[in-house]
Protein backbone atom coordinates (compact mmCIF):
# COMPACT_ATOMS: atom_id res chain seq x y z
CA UNK A 1 0.00 0.00 0.00
CA UNK A 2 1.44 3.17 -0.82
CA UNK A 3 1.60 6.21 1.71
CA UNK A 4 -0.42 9.43 0.33
CA UNK A 5 3.17 11.10 0.52
CA UNK A 6 4.83 8.82 -2.23
CA UNK A 7 1.33 8.80 -4.08
CA UNK A 8 1.32 12.75 -4.29
CA UNK A 9 5.32 12.61 -5.24
CA UNK A 10 4.24 10.16 -7.98
CA UNK A 11 1.15 11.54 -9.23
CA UNK A 12 3.03 15.00 -9.12
CA UNK A 13 6.03 13.41 -11.77
CA UNK A 14 3.69 11.87 -13.52
CA UNK A 15 0.54 14.35 -14.27
CA UNK A 16 2.47 17.49 -12.99
CA UNK A 17 4.12 17.45 -16.51
CA UNK A 18 1.01 18.77 -18.20
CA UNK A 19 1.94 16.62 -21.37
CA UNK A 20 -0.32 13.16 -21.35
CA UNK A 21 1.67 12.59 -24.73
CA UNK A 22 5.14 12.41 -23.66
CA UNK A 23 5.68 8.54 -23.75
CA UNK A 24 9.00 8.60 -22.04
CA UNK A 25 6.97 9.39 -18.86
CA UNK A 26 4.80 6.38 -19.30
CA UNK A 27 6.44 4.56 -15.99
CA UNK A 28 6.02 7.76 -13.98
CA UNK A 29 2.11 7.31 -15.29
CA UNK A 30 1.65 3.83 -14.56
CA UNK A 31 3.38 4.27 -10.91
CA UNK A 32 0.78 7.49 -10.00
CA UNK A 33 -2.14 5.73 -11.50
CA UNK A 34 -1.17 2.48 -9.19
CA UNK A 35 -0.61 4.72 -6.36
CA UNK A 36 -3.66 5.96 -6.46
CA UNK A 37 -5.46 2.85 -6.68
CA UNK A 38 -3.61 1.71 -3.80
CA UNK A 39 -4.41 4.76 -1.75
CA UNK A 40 -8.28 4.25 -2.49
CA UNK A 41 -8.23 7.72 -4.77
CA UNK A 42 -10.76 8.04 -7.69
CA UNK A 43 -9.30 7.75 -11.10
CA UNK A 44 -10.40 11.00 -13.46
CA UNK A 45 -11.21 10.88 -16.71
CA UNK A 46 -8.18 13.51 -17.29
CA UNK A 47 -5.69 10.61 -15.89
CA UNK A 48 -3.41 8.59 -17.31
CA UNK A 49 -5.16 4.77 -16.84
CA UNK A 50 -3.80 1.43 -18.63
CA UNK A 51 -5.46 0.65 -21.67
CA UNK A 52 -6.86 -2.92 -20.13
CA UNK A 53 -8.77 -0.33 -17.51
CA UNK A 54 -10.02 1.54 -19.55
CA UNK A 55 -11.54 -1.18 -21.72
CA UNK A 56 -12.51 -2.90 -18.86
CA UNK A 57 -14.48 0.04 -17.68
CA UNK A 58 -15.94 0.57 -20.92
CA UNK A 59 -17.10 -3.38 -21.70
CA UNK A 60 -18.57 -2.84 -17.51
CA UNK A 61 -20.18 0.36 -17.65
CA UNK A 62 -21.65 -0.41 -20.89
CA UNK A 63 -23.28 -3.97 -20.06
CA UNK A 64 -24.82 -1.78 -17.03
CA UNK A 65 -26.06 0.83 -19.29
CA UNK A 66 -27.71 -1.34 -21.52
CA UNK A 67 -28.78 -3.74 -18.93
CA UNK A 68 -30.63 -0.67 -17.49
CA UNK A 69 -32.66 -0.11 -21.06
CA UNK A 70 -33.53 -3.22 -21.81
CA UNK A 71 -34.41 -3.76 -18.24
CA UNK A 72 -37.36 -1.66 -18.75
CA UNK A 73 -38.99 -4.34 -21.05
CA UNK A 74 -39.89 -7.17 -18.44
CA UNK A 75 -41.66 -4.12 -16.35
CA UNK A 76 -43.37 -2.22 -19.17
CA UNK A 77 -45.16 -5.55 -19.97
CA UNK A 78 -47.70 -4.79 -17.26
CA UNK A 79 -47.89 -0.81 -16.98
CA UNK A 80 -51.42 -1.00 -18.73
CA UNK A 81 -52.57 -4.00 -16.62
CA UNK A 82 -51.75 -2.62 -13.08
CA UNK A 83 -53.92 -3.49 -10.99
CA UNK A 84 -54.71 0.11 -9.63
CA UNK A 85 -53.74 3.58 -10.29
CA UNK A 86 -51.23 4.10 -7.50
CA UNK A 87 -49.54 0.50 -8.48
CA UNK A 88 -49.46 1.92 -12.29
CA UNK A 89 -48.10 5.33 -11.38
CA UNK A 90 -45.54 3.22 -8.96
CA UNK A 91 -44.11 1.22 -11.86
CA UNK A 92 -44.46 4.46 -14.51
CA UNK A 93 -41.63 5.97 -12.18
CA UNK A 94 -39.50 3.10 -11.64
CA UNK A 95 -39.25 1.73 -15.48
CA UNK A 96 -38.70 5.91 -16.16
CA UNK A 97 -36.07 5.74 -13.13
CA UNK A 98 -34.42 2.45 -15.09
CA UNK A 99 -34.00 4.96 -18.05
CA UNK A 100 -32.50 7.35 -16.39
CA UNK A 101 -29.79 5.06 -14.91
CA UNK A 102 -29.02 4.33 -18.66
CA UNK A 103 -28.46 7.29 -19.49
CA UNK A 104 -26.04 8.09 -16.19
CA UNK A 105 -23.76 4.85 -16.74
CA UNK A 106 -23.29 6.01 -20.82
CA UNK A 107 -22.59 9.41 -19.76
CA UNK A 108 -20.07 7.55 -17.68
CA UNK A 109 -19.12 5.56 -20.40
CA UNK A 110 -18.39 8.44 -22.51
CA UNK A 111 -16.10 9.93 -19.86
CA UNK A 112 -13.86 6.85 -21.21
CA UNK A 113 -13.90 8.28 -24.62
CA UNK A 114 -16.39 6.40 -26.55
CA UNK A 115 -20.19 7.67 -27.76
CA UNK A 116 -23.39 6.19 -26.56
CA UNK A 117 -23.83 5.70 -30.50
CA UNK A 118 -20.98 3.35 -30.51
CA UNK A 119 -22.06 1.11 -27.42
CA UNK A 120 -25.60 1.14 -28.68
CA UNK A 121 -24.59 -0.02 -32.35
CA UNK A 122 -22.60 -2.73 -30.15
CA UNK A 123 -25.69 -3.73 -28.24
CA UNK A 124 -27.92 -3.48 -31.50
CA UNK A 125 -25.14 -5.95 -33.14
CA UNK A 126 -24.31 -8.61 -30.43
CA UNK A 127 -21.16 -7.18 -29.51
CA UNK A 128 -21.98 -5.99 -26.14
CA UNK A 129 -24.11 -7.61 -23.39
CA UNK A 130 -26.92 -6.85 -21.00
CA UNK A 131 -27.81 -8.51 -18.19
CA UNK A 132 -29.01 -12.29 -17.98
CA UNK A 133 -32.03 -11.49 -16.41
CA UNK A 134 -33.64 -9.71 -18.29
CA UNK A 135 -34.45 -12.70 -20.84
CA UNK A 136 -37.10 -14.06 -18.83
CA UNK A 137 -40.93 -13.33 -19.44
CA UNK A 138 -42.92 -11.45 -16.74
CA UNK A 139 -45.67 -14.34 -16.70
CA UNK A 140 -47.91 -12.03 -14.30
CA UNK A 141 -48.46 -9.18 -12.61
CA UNK A 142 -46.69 -11.34 -9.08
CA UNK A 143 -43.70 -10.47 -11.02
CA UNK A 144 -43.35 -6.87 -11.21
CA UNK A 145 -43.08 -7.81 -7.59
CA UNK A 146 -40.33 -10.77 -7.93
CA UNK A 147 -38.50 -8.44 -10.10
CA UNK A 148 -38.38 -5.50 -7.44
CA UNK A 149 -37.87 -7.68 -4.60
CA UNK A 150 -35.56 -9.82 -5.98
CA UNK A 151 -33.54 -8.54 -9.37
CA UNK A 152 -33.42 -4.61 -7.72
CA UNK A 153 -32.41 -6.58 -4.62
CA UNK A 154 -29.45 -8.59 -6.50
CA UNK A 155 -28.55 -5.38 -8.28
CA UNK A 156 -28.21 -3.57 -4.89
CA UNK A 157 -26.20 -5.68 -3.38
CA UNK A 158 -23.82 -5.49 -6.11
CA UNK A 159 -24.12 -1.89 -6.44
CA UNK A 160 -23.10 -0.53 -3.84
CA UNK A 161 -19.92 -1.71 -3.27
CA UNK A 162 -19.55 0.16 -7.17
CA UNK A 163 -20.38 3.38 -5.25
CA UNK A 164 -16.34 2.87 -4.08
CA UNK A 165 -15.19 1.79 -7.37
CA UNK A 166 -11.20 3.28 -8.34
CA UNK A 167 -12.96 5.06 -11.81
CA UNK A 168 -15.17 8.64 -10.37
CA UNK A 169 -17.44 8.79 -12.80
CA UNK A 170 -18.69 5.41 -12.14
CA UNK A 171 -18.84 5.84 -8.74
CA UNK A 172 -20.61 8.72 -8.23
CA UNK A 173 -23.29 7.76 -10.99
CA UNK A 174 -23.72 4.87 -8.92
CA UNK A 175 -24.22 6.36 -5.81
CA UNK A 176 -27.84 8.17 -6.92
CA UNK A 177 -28.77 4.96 -8.80
CA UNK A 178 -28.35 2.69 -5.35
CA UNK A 179 -30.75 5.00 -3.48
CA UNK A 180 -33.30 4.55 -6.65
CA UNK A 181 -32.65 0.86 -6.65
CA UNK A 182 -33.19 0.87 -2.87
CA UNK A 183 -36.77 2.36 -3.63
CA UNK A 184 -37.27 -0.32 -5.89
CA UNK A 185 -36.59 -3.08 -4.10
CA UNK A 186 -38.69 -1.95 -1.57
CA UNK A 187 -42.21 -1.40 -3.31
CA UNK A 188 -41.11 -5.17 -4.72
CA UNK A 189 -41.43 -6.43 -2.01
CA UNK A 190 -44.08 -4.63 -0.48
CA UNK A 191 -46.38 -5.64 -3.36
CA UNK A 192 -45.38 -8.69 -2.77
CA UNK A 193 -46.39 -8.47 0.58
CA UNK A 194 -49.69 -7.39 -0.21
CA UNK A 195 -49.88 -10.11 -2.79
CA UNK A 196 -48.34 -12.96 0.21
CA UNK A 197 -51.34 -11.98 2.82
CA UNK A 198 -54.19 -11.65 -0.10
CA UNK A 199 -56.61 -14.26 -1.36
CA UNK A 200 -55.22 -18.03 -1.43
CA UNK A 201 -54.89 -17.20 -5.17
CA UNK A 202 -52.46 -13.93 -4.79
CA UNK A 203 -50.56 -15.82 -2.39
CA UNK A 204 -50.13 -18.67 -4.78
CA UNK A 205 -49.02 -15.89 -7.62
CA UNK A 206 -46.60 -14.67 -5.51
CA UNK A 207 -44.69 -18.14 -4.58
CA UNK A 208 -45.21 -18.67 -8.50
CA UNK A 209 -43.43 -15.20 -9.39
CA UNK A 210 -40.62 -16.48 -6.56
CA UNK A 211 -39.99 -19.81 -7.90
CA UNK A 212 -39.20 -18.33 -11.24
CA UNK A 213 -37.09 -15.11 -10.59
CA UNK A 214 -34.88 -17.00 -7.59
CA UNK A 215 -32.35 -18.59 -9.75
CA UNK A 216 -31.99 -16.21 -12.39
CA UNK A 217 -31.62 -13.43 -9.69
CA UNK A 218 -28.69 -15.92 -8.04
CA UNK A 219 -27.05 -16.14 -11.85
CA UNK A 220 -27.10 -12.04 -12.10
CA UNK A 221 -23.97 -12.31 -9.59
CA UNK A 222 -21.76 -13.99 -12.81
CA UNK A 223 -20.41 -17.24 -13.06
CA UNK A 224 -18.50 -18.69 -9.98
CA UNK A 225 -15.10 -17.01 -8.92
CA UNK A 226 -13.17 -20.34 -11.04
CA UNK A 227 -14.69 -19.37 -13.59
CA UNK A 228 -14.78 -15.51 -14.04
CA UNK A 229 -12.01 -14.39 -16.11
CA UNK A 230 -12.64 -10.56 -15.34
CA UNK A 231 -12.79 -10.57 -11.19
CA UNK A 232 -9.33 -10.92 -10.14
CA UNK A 233 -7.59 -7.80 -12.34
CA UNK A 234 -11.10 -5.98 -11.38
CA UNK A 235 -10.73 -6.76 -8.06
CA UNK A 236 -7.11 -5.40 -8.03
CA UNK A 237 -8.03 -1.70 -9.78
CA UNK A 238 -10.16 -1.93 -7.44
CA UNK A 239 -13.63 -1.58 -10.11
CA UNK A 240 -14.94 -4.65 -8.06
CA UNK A 241 -14.63 -4.81 -4.35
CA UNK A 242 -15.66 -7.89 -3.98
CA UNK A 243 -15.77 -11.43 -5.76
CA UNK A 244 -19.19 -12.55 -7.89
CA UNK A 245 -19.77 -15.64 -5.21
CA UNK A 246 -19.24 -13.27 -2.13
CA UNK A 247 -21.65 -10.80 -3.25
CA UNK A 248 -24.11 -13.78 -4.14
CA UNK A 249 -23.54 -15.24 -0.43
CA UNK A 250 -24.49 -11.67 1.35
CA UNK A 251 -27.90 -12.05 -1.46
CA UNK A 252 -28.90 -15.50 -0.20
CA UNK A 253 -28.40 -14.71 3.58
CA UNK A 254 -30.09 -11.13 3.32
CA UNK A 255 -33.28 -13.12 1.41
CA UNK A 256 -33.46 -15.62 3.68
CA UNK A 257 -35.14 -13.75 6.61
CA UNK A 258 -37.67 -11.58 3.82
CA UNK A 259 -38.65 -14.65 2.35
CA UNK A 260 -40.07 -15.79 5.61
CA UNK A 261 -41.57 -11.82 6.58
CA UNK A 262 -43.28 -12.21 3.62
CA UNK A 263 -44.59 -15.65 4.19
CA UNK A 264 -42.84 -17.03 0.68
CA UNK A 265 -40.41 -20.12 0.39
CA UNK A 266 -37.44 -19.79 -1.39
CA UNK A 267 -37.33 -22.41 -4.13
CA UNK A 268 -34.17 -24.42 -2.73
CA UNK A 269 -34.06 -27.31 -0.75
CA UNK A 270 -30.74 -27.27 0.19
CA UNK A 271 -31.28 -24.01 1.33
CA UNK A 272 -29.81 -23.99 5.32
CA UNK A 273 -28.22 -22.43 7.86
CA UNK A 274 -24.64 -23.21 8.40
CA UNK A 275 -23.58 -22.31 11.67
CA UNK A 276 -19.89 -22.97 11.39
CA UNK A 277 -19.67 -20.56 8.14
CA UNK A 278 -22.01 -17.82 9.11
CA UNK A 279 -23.86 -18.53 6.23
CA UNK A 280 -26.85 -19.75 4.56
CA UNK A 281 -25.27 -22.75 1.85
CA UNK A 282 -27.87 -23.24 -0.96
CA UNK A 283 -27.66 -25.36 -4.01
CA UNK A 284 -26.20 -26.07 -6.98
CA UNK A 285 -26.98 -23.18 -9.70
CA UNK A 286 -27.82 -24.65 -13.13
CA UNK A 287 -24.59 -23.01 -14.86
CA UNK A 288 -25.32 -24.43 -18.02
CA UNK A 289 -28.51 -22.38 -18.58
CA UNK A 290 -26.35 -19.04 -17.54
CA UNK A 291 -24.08 -19.77 -20.45
CA UNK A 292 -26.92 -20.72 -22.72
CA UNK A 293 -29.19 -17.51 -21.99
CA UNK A 294 -25.47 -15.54 -22.56
CA UNK A 295 -25.15 -17.40 -26.10
CA UNK A 296 -28.84 -16.00 -26.51
CA UNK A 297 -31.10 -19.10 -26.26
CA UNK A 298 -32.69 -17.54 -22.96
CA UNK A 299 -36.98 -17.73 -23.28
CA UNK A 300 -36.79 -13.72 -24.71
CA UNK A 301 -33.40 -12.80 -25.88
CA UNK A 302 -34.82 -12.44 -29.47
CA UNK A 303 -37.87 -10.11 -28.21
CA UNK A 304 -35.62 -8.30 -25.95
CA UNK A 305 -33.43 -7.08 -29.03
CA UNK A 306 -35.99 -7.06 -31.47
CA UNK A 307 -37.76 -4.53 -29.48
CA UNK A 308 -34.82 -2.63 -28.48
CA UNK A 309 -33.67 -2.38 -32.15
CA UNK A 310 -37.15 -0.99 -33.39
CA UNK A 311 -37.78 1.45 -30.22
CA UNK A 312 -34.21 3.12 -31.46
CA UNK A 313 -35.53 2.89 -35.48
CA UNK A 314 -38.49 4.67 -33.94
CA UNK A 315 -36.63 6.87 -32.18
CA UNK A 316 -34.50 8.25 -34.60
CA UNK A 317 -36.39 11.82 -35.17
CA UNK A 318 -36.32 12.50 -31.87
CA UNK A 319 -32.72 12.28 -31.75
CA UNK A 320 -32.85 14.20 -34.93
CA UNK A 321 -35.18 17.05 -33.21
CA UNK A 322 -32.65 16.75 -30.01
CA UNK A 323 -29.39 17.53 -32.19
CA UNK A 324 -30.74 20.19 -34.03
CA UNK A 325 -32.22 22.10 -31.43
CA UNK A 326 -29.32 21.94 -29.54
CA UNK A 327 -27.48 23.37 -32.96
CA UNK A 328 -29.86 25.92 -33.21
CA UNK A 329 -29.28 26.86 -29.53
CA UNK A 330 -25.40 26.54 -29.43
CA UNK A 331 -25.36 29.70 -31.14
CA UNK A 332 -26.98 31.35 -28.65
CA UNK A 333 -24.64 30.24 -25.99
CA UNK A 334 -22.13 31.55 -27.97
CA UNK A 335 -22.49 34.98 -28.94
CA UNK A 336 -24.10 35.67 -25.79
CA UNK A 337 -27.79 35.39 -23.97
CA UNK A 338 -30.77 35.62 -26.15
CA UNK A 339 -33.89 36.11 -25.09
CA UNK A 340 -34.97 32.67 -26.23
CA UNK A 341 -32.14 30.67 -24.63
CA UNK A 342 -32.84 32.14 -21.69
CA UNK A 343 -36.00 31.26 -21.33
CA UNK A 344 -35.76 27.87 -22.30
CA UNK A 345 -32.77 27.08 -19.81
CA UNK A 346 -35.00 29.02 -16.87
N1 LIG B 1 -25.38 -11.40 -17.49
O1 LIG B 1 -15.51 -12.44 -15.41
P1 LIG B 1 -16.94 -12.13 -15.11
C1 LIG B 1 -30.22 -4.02 -12.85
C2 LIG B 1 -20.39 -12.03 -18.42
S1 LIG B 1 -28.69 -3.76 -13.45
C3 LIG B 1 -24.71 -11.30 -18.66
O2 LIG B 1 -17.41 -12.46 -13.76
P2 LIG B 1 -17.24 -9.30 -14.61
C4 LIG B 1 -31.07 -2.83 -12.54
C5 LIG B 1 -19.33 -10.95 -18.27
O3 LIG B 1 -19.73 -9.73 -18.89
C6 LIG B 1 -28.04 -5.39 -13.77
N2 LIG B 1 -23.37 -11.47 -18.75
O4 LIG B 1 -17.24 -10.61 -15.51
C7 LIG B 1 -32.44 -3.09 -12.96
C8 LIG B 1 -18.17 -11.61 -18.95
O5 LIG B 1 -18.36 -11.54 -20.35
P3 LIG B 1 -17.12 -11.31 -21.40
C9 LIG B 1 -26.73 -5.27 -14.37
C10 LIG B 1 -22.71 -11.71 -17.61
O6 LIG B 1 -17.58 -8.15 -15.47
C11 LIG B 1 -33.33 -3.77 -12.16
C12 LIG B 1 -18.34 -13.09 -18.57
O7 LIG B 1 -19.70 -13.25 -18.26
N3 LIG B 1 -25.75 -4.95 -13.40
O8 LIG B 1 -30.52 -5.13 -12.70
C13 LIG B 1 -23.34 -11.78 -16.37
O9 LIG B 1 -15.98 -9.21 -13.82
C14 LIG B 1 -34.64 -3.99 -12.58
C15 LIG B 1 -17.45 -13.48 -17.41
O10 LIG B 1 -17.89 -12.88 -16.17
C16 LIG B 1 -24.48 -4.70 -13.72
O11 LIG B 1 -24.12 -4.72 -14.87
C17 LIG B 1 -24.74 -11.62 -16.34
N4 LIG B 1 -25.46 -11.70 -15.20
O12 LIG B 1 -18.42 -9.52 -13.55
C18 LIG B 1 -32.89 -2.59 -14.18
C19 LIG B 1 -23.56 -4.37 -12.58
N5 LIG B 1 -22.42 -12.04 -15.42
O13 LIG B 1 -16.86 -9.85 -21.44
C20 LIG B 1 -34.21 -2.80 -14.59
C21 LIG B 1 -22.16 -4.06 -13.00
C22 LIG B 1 -21.23 -12.14 -16.06
O14 LIG B 1 -15.96 -12.07 -20.89
C23 LIG B 1 -35.10 -3.50 -13.78
N6 LIG B 1 -21.47 -5.21 -13.48
N7 LIG B 1 -21.42 -11.94 -17.38
O15 LIG B 1 -17.63 -11.82 -22.71
C24 LIG B 1 -20.76 -6.06 -12.69
O16 LIG B 1 -20.72 -5.92 -11.48
C25 LIG B 1 -19.98 -7.16 -13.35
O17 LIG B 1 -19.84 -6.85 -14.72
C26 LIG B 1 -20.62 -8.58 -13.19
C27 LIG B 1 -19.77 -9.59 -13.97
C28 LIG B 1 -20.62 -8.98 -11.73
C29 LIG B 1 -22.04 -8.61 -13.77
Redesign the pocket.
Known amino acids: MATAAAHETARTQAYGTGDATDTTGTDAYETAFDAAVAADERIEPRDWMPDAYRSTLI??IA??AH??II??QP?ANWITRAPSLRRKAILMAKVQD?AG?GLYLYSAAETLGTSRDELLDKLHTGRQ??????NYPTLTWADVGA?GWL??G??IT??VP?CRCSYGPYARAMVRICKE?SF?QRQGYELLLALGRGTPEQHAMAQDAVDRWWWPSL?????PDDE????AQ?MAWKI?RHS?DELRQRFVDICVPQAESLGLTLPDPDLRWNEERGHHDFGVIDWAEFWDV?KGNGPCNEQRMTQRRRAHDEGAWVREAAAAYAAKHSGGRQTGETGETGATRA
Open positions: RQQHSEGMEEHKYSSIFIVDAANQLEHMMFGPSPHSSKNL
